[in-house]
Protein backbone atom coordinates (compact mmCIF):
# COMPACT_ATOMS: atom_id res chain seq x y z
CA UNK A 1 0.00 0.00 0.00
CA UNK A 2 1.36 3.88 -0.56
CA UNK A 3 1.32 5.98 2.24
CA UNK A 4 2.96 8.79 3.95
CA UNK A 5 4.19 8.60 7.69
CA UNK A 6 4.79 11.41 10.64
CA UNK A 7 5.94 9.75 13.19
CA UNK A 8 6.19 13.01 15.78
CA UNK A 9 2.49 14.45 16.55
CA UNK A 10 4.37 17.35 17.70
CA UNK A 11 7.85 19.29 17.22
CA UNK A 12 8.92 21.50 19.97
CA UNK A 13 12.03 23.42 19.08
CA UNK A 14 14.09 26.72 20.90
CA UNK A 15 14.23 29.86 18.52
CA UNK A 16 17.93 29.62 16.64
CA UNK A 17 18.18 25.77 17.00
CA UNK A 18 18.26 23.34 14.09
CA UNK A 19 14.45 21.60 13.67
CA UNK A 20 13.97 18.28 11.90
CA UNK A 21 10.51 17.25 10.84
CA UNK A 22 10.18 13.17 10.07
CA UNK A 23 8.58 12.07 7.71
CA UNK A 24 8.74 9.00 5.25
CA UNK A 25 6.92 7.35 2.63
CA UNK A 26 5.90 3.99 0.60
CA UNK A 27 5.51 4.35 -2.63
CA UNK A 28 5.94 2.23 -5.83
CA UNK A 29 8.15 3.47 -8.77
CA UNK A 30 10.05 6.81 -8.34
CA UNK A 31 8.53 8.89 -5.29
CA UNK A 32 7.40 12.69 -6.07
CA UNK A 33 7.70 14.53 -2.21
CA UNK A 34 6.25 17.65 -1.56
CA UNK A 35 6.28 19.47 2.18
CA UNK A 36 3.32 22.07 2.62
CA UNK A 37 3.03 24.36 5.61
CA UNK A 38 -0.35 25.26 7.16
CA UNK A 39 -0.19 28.49 9.36
CA UNK A 40 -3.30 29.35 11.62
CA UNK A 41 -6.55 30.08 9.48
CA UNK A 42 -4.65 29.85 7.04
CA UNK A 43 -4.76 27.11 3.84
CA UNK A 44 -2.12 24.54 3.38
CA UNK A 45 1.29 26.89 1.61
CA UNK A 46 3.54 24.59 -0.48
CA UNK A 47 7.54 24.50 0.85
CA UNK A 48 9.12 22.45 -1.32
CA UNK A 49 9.14 19.55 -3.59
CA UNK A 50 11.55 16.43 -4.69
CA UNK A 51 11.25 15.09 -8.52
CA UNK A 52 14.55 14.02 -9.33
CA UNK A 53 18.04 15.26 -9.01
CA UNK A 54 20.13 16.29 -5.69
CA UNK A 55 18.60 14.96 -2.63
CA UNK A 56 18.82 18.06 -0.88
CA UNK A 57 15.82 19.91 -2.26
CA UNK A 58 15.72 23.96 -0.71
CA UNK A 59 12.48 25.51 -0.64
CA UNK A 60 11.09 28.33 1.05
CA UNK A 61 11.34 30.54 4.02
CA UNK A 62 15.42 28.84 4.66
CA UNK A 63 13.46 25.16 4.48
CA UNK A 64 15.23 22.55 3.02
CA UNK A 65 14.75 18.33 2.90
CA UNK A 66 16.74 15.52 2.03
CA UNK A 67 15.85 12.42 -0.01
CA UNK A 68 17.10 9.10 1.09
CA UNK A 69 15.91 6.34 -0.89
CA UNK A 70 17.48 3.66 1.12
CA UNK A 71 15.69 4.87 4.35
CA UNK A 72 12.60 6.05 2.07
CA UNK A 73 12.67 9.54 3.92
CA UNK A 74 11.94 12.68 3.11
CA UNK A 75 12.65 14.63 6.40
CA UNK A 76 12.46 18.80 6.37
CA UNK A 77 15.26 20.58 7.79
CA UNK A 78 15.85 24.34 8.89
CA UNK A 79 19.54 25.32 10.43
CA UNK A 80 17.86 27.96 12.89
CA UNK A 81 14.22 28.10 13.98
CA UNK A 82 12.18 31.02 13.60
CA UNK A 83 9.34 31.59 16.04
CA UNK A 84 7.48 32.38 12.92
CA UNK A 85 7.87 28.76 11.97
CA UNK A 86 5.47 27.78 14.54
CA UNK A 87 3.08 25.45 12.10
CA UNK A 88 1.83 22.09 11.07
CA UNK A 89 3.44 20.64 8.63
CA UNK A 90 2.16 18.18 5.99
CA UNK A 91 4.27 15.81 3.68
CA UNK A 92 2.65 14.10 0.99
CA UNK A 93 3.39 11.85 -1.88
CA UNK A 94 2.57 10.91 -5.34
CA UNK A 95 0.59 7.96 -5.91
CA UNK A 96 3.19 5.61 -8.11
CA UNK A 97 0.66 4.48 -10.27
CA UNK A 98 -2.30 6.89 -10.59
CA UNK A 99 -0.26 10.55 -11.10
CA UNK A 100 -3.80 12.29 -10.15
CA UNK A 101 -3.60 10.77 -6.92
CA UNK A 102 -1.33 12.05 -3.54
CA UNK A 103 -0.93 10.88 -0.28
CA UNK A 104 -0.63 13.44 2.77
CA UNK A 105 1.00 12.81 6.13
CA UNK A 106 -1.30 13.25 9.48
CA UNK A 107 0.72 16.67 9.93
CA UNK A 108 3.19 17.59 12.54
CA UNK A 109 2.94 20.45 14.88
CA UNK A 110 5.99 22.41 14.91
CA UNK A 111 6.08 24.99 17.98
CA UNK A 112 9.34 27.11 18.54
CA UNK A 113 9.84 28.90 21.60
CA UNK A 114 11.93 32.67 22.13
CA UNK B 1 -3.50 37.61 -7.14
CA UNK B 2 -6.35 35.61 -5.35
CA UNK B 3 -6.11 32.64 -4.32
CA UNK B 4 -8.02 29.65 -4.13
CA UNK B 5 -11.50 30.27 -2.48
CA UNK B 6 -14.25 27.88 -0.74
CA UNK B 7 -17.50 28.28 0.24
CA UNK B 8 -19.20 28.07 2.68
CA UNK B 9 -16.54 28.27 5.36
CA UNK B 10 -18.69 26.42 7.88
CA UNK B 11 -21.96 24.14 7.43
CA UNK B 12 -23.79 22.44 9.47
CA UNK B 13 -26.65 20.30 8.84
CA UNK B 14 -28.59 17.30 10.18
CA UNK B 15 -28.50 13.95 8.92
CA UNK B 16 -29.47 12.68 5.65
CA UNK B 17 -29.67 16.34 4.11
CA UNK B 18 -27.76 17.06 0.78
CA UNK B 19 -25.03 19.63 1.13
CA UNK B 20 -23.37 21.39 -1.58
CA UNK B 21 -19.45 22.50 -1.11
CA UNK B 22 -17.97 25.37 -3.92
CA UNK B 23 -14.45 26.01 -5.04
CA UNK B 24 -13.09 28.73 -7.29
CA UNK B 25 -9.64 27.51 -8.21
CA UNK B 26 -7.13 30.45 -9.39
CA UNK B 27 -7.30 31.43 -13.16
CA UNK B 28 -5.72 29.46 -15.31
CA UNK B 29 -5.47 26.57 -13.28
CA UNK B 30 -6.36 23.70 -15.35
CA UNK B 31 -6.00 20.86 -12.49
CA UNK B 32 -8.43 21.19 -9.36
CA UNK B 33 -8.43 18.05 -6.15
CA UNK B 34 -10.96 17.80 -3.59
CA UNK B 35 -9.49 16.15 -0.43
CA UNK B 36 -11.37 15.43 3.02
CA UNK B 37 -9.61 15.74 6.45
CA UNK B 38 -10.61 14.23 9.49
CA UNK B 39 -9.52 15.24 12.91
CA UNK B 40 -6.01 14.19 13.37
CA UNK B 41 -5.78 13.02 10.33
CA UNK B 42 -4.14 13.65 6.90
CA UNK B 43 -5.84 14.90 4.04
CA UNK B 44 -7.64 12.18 1.57
CA UNK B 45 -8.20 12.19 -1.75
CA UNK B 46 -11.53 12.43 -2.81
CA UNK B 47 -11.37 13.54 -6.71
CA UNK B 48 -9.38 15.39 -9.58
CA UNK B 49 -10.51 17.50 -12.66
CA UNK B 50 -7.90 17.62 -15.38
CA UNK B 51 -9.47 20.33 -18.01
CA UNK B 52 -12.15 18.85 -19.92
CA UNK B 53 -10.92 15.47 -19.13
CA UNK B 54 -13.34 13.24 -17.76
CA UNK B 55 -12.49 13.19 -13.48
CA UNK B 56 -10.51 10.57 -11.32
CA UNK B 57 -13.27 9.73 -9.05
CA UNK B 58 -11.17 7.46 -7.40
CA UNK B 59 -11.26 8.54 -3.72
CA UNK B 60 -15.25 9.12 -3.65
CA UNK B 61 -15.77 7.15 -0.67
CA UNK B 62 -19.31 5.70 -1.82
CA UNK B 63 -21.77 7.10 -4.48
CA UNK B 64 -23.30 9.98 -2.06
CA UNK B 65 -20.26 11.47 -3.06
CA UNK B 66 -20.19 13.01 -6.56
CA UNK B 67 -18.39 16.59 -7.63
CA UNK B 68 -18.51 18.79 -10.83
CA UNK B 69 -16.75 20.88 -12.65
CA UNK B 70 -17.12 22.49 -16.14
CA UNK B 71 -13.67 23.29 -17.75
CA UNK B 72 -11.30 25.09 -15.97
CA UNK B 73 -13.74 27.22 -13.44
CA UNK B 74 -15.72 26.83 -10.40
CA UNK B 75 -16.28 23.23 -8.76
CA UNK B 76 -18.99 22.03 -6.42
CA UNK B 77 -18.94 18.94 -4.14
CA UNK B 78 -22.24 17.18 -3.29
CA UNK B 79 -22.80 15.14 -0.57
CA UNK B 80 -26.25 13.36 -0.37
CA UNK B 81 -28.13 11.87 2.75
CA UNK B 82 -25.43 13.47 4.85
CA UNK B 83 -23.63 10.73 7.83
CA UNK B 84 -22.10 11.81 10.70
CA UNK B 85 -19.14 10.38 9.47
CA UNK B 86 -19.05 12.81 6.63
CA UNK B 87 -18.10 15.80 9.78
CA UNK B 88 -14.48 16.82 8.46
CA UNK B 89 -12.65 19.80 6.87
CA UNK B 90 -13.17 19.65 3.03
CA UNK B 91 -10.37 20.93 1.14
CA UNK B 92 -9.83 22.39 -2.63
CA UNK B 93 -6.83 22.41 -4.39
CA UNK B 94 -6.21 23.63 -7.60
CA UNK B 95 -2.24 23.76 -9.91
CA UNK B 96 -1.33 24.81 -13.39
CA UNK B 97 -1.60 21.26 -14.01
CA UNK B 98 -1.54 17.57 -12.76
CA UNK B 99 -1.27 13.87 -13.75
CA UNK B 100 3.00 13.91 -14.86
CA UNK B 101 3.47 17.35 -14.32
CA UNK B 102 2.46 17.32 -10.84
CA UNK B 103 3.00 20.95 -9.83
CA UNK B 104 2.50 22.02 -6.56
CA UNK B 105 -0.83 22.59 -5.38
CA UNK B 106 -2.50 25.86 -3.81
CA UNK B 107 -5.14 25.12 -1.62
CA UNK B 108 -8.23 26.98 -0.41
CA UNK B 109 -8.84 27.19 3.20
CA UNK B 110 -11.35 24.55 3.43
CA UNK B 111 -15.09 24.01 4.28
CA UNK B 112 -15.69 22.96 8.11
CA UNK B 113 -19.13 20.75 7.56
CA UNK B 114 -20.63 18.98 10.49
CA UNK B 115 -23.24 16.92 10.50
CA UNK B 116 -25.59 16.93 13.38
Known amino acids: AQSVAQPEDQVNVAEGNPLTVKCTYSVSGNPYLFWYVQYPNRGLQFLLK??????LVKGSYGFEAEFNKSQTSFHLKKPSALVSDSALYFCAVRDGYNFNKFYFGSGTKLNVKP | GAGVSQSPSNKVTEKGKDVELRCDPISGHTALYWYRQRLGQGLEFLIYFQGNSAPDKSGLPSDRFSAERTGESVSTLTIQRTQQEDSAVYLC??????????????FGPGTRLTVT
Open chain 1, 50 to 55: YITGDN
Open chain 2, 93 to 106: ASSLAGGRSSYEQY
